[in-house]
């Protein structure tokens, strides 16, 4: 009977202990970052320019440099072969091995790449995340630029207190597998199951800290990660605390909605480096540093009030939600309009509302507030600073905002942090 053999790749010094979404990690252009390369070795498929590697198929041994790794999966071990489903998502069952080292606990998340699995890895003694990539041309193809993007990452962040740890990664049944450290929820999920309540804000503070931290160190080396969202943001730990919810004064002590959650601890760590690019190539499809300073200004709205700051998927009606928030576009900016957006200008200004799509749409933007008042009523002390910080990070011309090295000396972040 043949034997069925999933090679691993441990990262070299990595080891260390209803709302709508414009756009998902992997849905990326099919560019490969610079130093990118594959090459097929057997069923696995190595990228990794600064490890050579080779498969000794009668030694059953994978070789990195010289040294031996034995990872040889006897079939009794691997669950039985079931018909990926009609999208490319790999077909498991709870308790199902992953390979002979990895067993299947439940399921953590799923999205446009992929799924996101709780497993028990009996080599190390503990729970990692692995993310199980579709088994389509698009979605393989950008999970080896996050694993590259990773290695790259991970080579710098001393500690590994900015971005996931990747533990290895493998090619199973033409799924690109993706071993990660596991820590808890979103900021997203973890907003969704306090029935979207907002943080308190000396959270927010340490959270912007940190993710602040994180993206001056991708810029340092001239990464951009370009698809920041508070689903992309992870809490280390699971744990929280209940407290009472002062909002909702209405409610009795005795209803479990008078009490909201809050972490226990404010530590964090970005995921999700399918979209990231490097400077130079990024220019040439539009993005730049100032994107992931704008994304962080999005963020700390939401985290301070619960709700995404620009809800739509409309491009007219998002700008229009900008200019309610915002204020008007800049005249310089609406000349420099290229062919694609000139059909949301009419007369050097927003086509709004004349443009709207519907009503439902116009009475949408109507219902929002300026920025300043949007904060102030959420934000009980430090509002004027945050307001500030955040006019600064939402400018319209991206050559206005703060940089994130400048934005961590801003007054908001005096304060004492706690994690």
């Known amino acids: ?180 450290e596991k820590l808890g929820p979103s900021l997203y999920d973890f907003l969704r199951k306090n029935s979207y309540r907002s943080f308190p804000i000396d959270v927010v503070r340490d959270i912007g800290r940190q993710l602040l931290e ?52 404010s530590a964090i760590k970005v995921i999700d480096f399918g979209s990231t690019t490097y400077d130079k190539q990024g220019q040439s499809h539009g993005w730049s540093y100032p994107c992931d300073i704008w994304s962080v200004g999005c963020i700390l709205v939401e985290l301070c009030t619960g709700e995404a700051l620009f809800q739509t998927h409309e491009n007219l009606e998002h700008l229009a939600m900008m200019e309610r928030v915002l204020g008007s576009l800049p005249p310089h900016i609406l000349k420099r309009v290229d062919r694609h957006a000139e059909k949301y200008i009419r007369r050097g200004k927003l086509d709004w509302p004349e443009g709207a799509a519907s009503r439902d749409s116009i009475k949408s933007v109507s219902k929002l507030n300026r920025l300043p008042n949007l904060i102030m009523q959420h934000v009980d002390h430090s509002a004027g600073d945050l307001i500030h910080l955040l006019q600064d990070l939402l400018k319209y011309d991206p050559s206005d905002r703060l940089t994130a090295r400048q934005a961590l000396r801003h007054k908001f972040f005096e304060c004492p942090f706690r994690r």
């Not at 198929?57 to 034995?70: D, E, M």
């Not at 991708?218 to 508070?230: A, G, N, Q, S």
């Not at 909002?247 to 809050?262: A, E, H, I, L, Q």
């Open 214 to 265: 994180c993206i001056a160190f991708m810029h340092d080396m001239r990464l951009i990660h370009t698809d920041l969202k508070p689903e992309n943001i992870l809490l280390v730990s699971p744990d929280y605390v209940k407290v009472p919810d002062y909002k909702g004064s209405s409610r009795s002590p005795k209803d479990s909605s008078y009490f909201k959650r809050v972490p226990k601890s």
């Open 1 to 180: 009977m043949e034997t069925e053999r999933a090679v691993e790749f441990p990262i070299v010094n990595m080891d260390k202990r209803p709302r709508k979404r414009q756009r998902l990690g992997w849905d990326v252009p099919q560019v490969l970052p610079v130093g990118f390369y594959g090459q097929e070795l057997g069923n696995t498929f190595n990228v990794m320019p600064s490890v050579a590697l080779s498969l000794d198929i009668a030694n059953n041994t994978l070789f990195s440099h010289g040294v031996s790794h034995p990872h040889v999966i006897p079939r009794s071990d691997s669950p039985p072969w079931r018909k990926d489903d009609k999208d490319g998502h790999y077909t498991f069952a709870i308790g199902d091995n992953l390979t002979h080292r990895y067993k299947i606990h439940s399921k953590m998340g799923e999205g446009t790449f992929g799924q996101v699995l709780e497993c028990w890895d009996r080599e190390n003694k503990e729970m990692v995340a692995i993310k199980i990539v579709r088994g389509v041309k698009k979605y393989r193809e950008a999970a080896m630029i996050e694993i590259e993007m990773l290695e790259q990452l991970g080579k710098h962040d001393i500690g590994g207190n900015r971005c996931v740890q990747i533990r290895n990664w493998f090619d199973y049944r033409n799924h690109i597998c993706i071993v990660f």
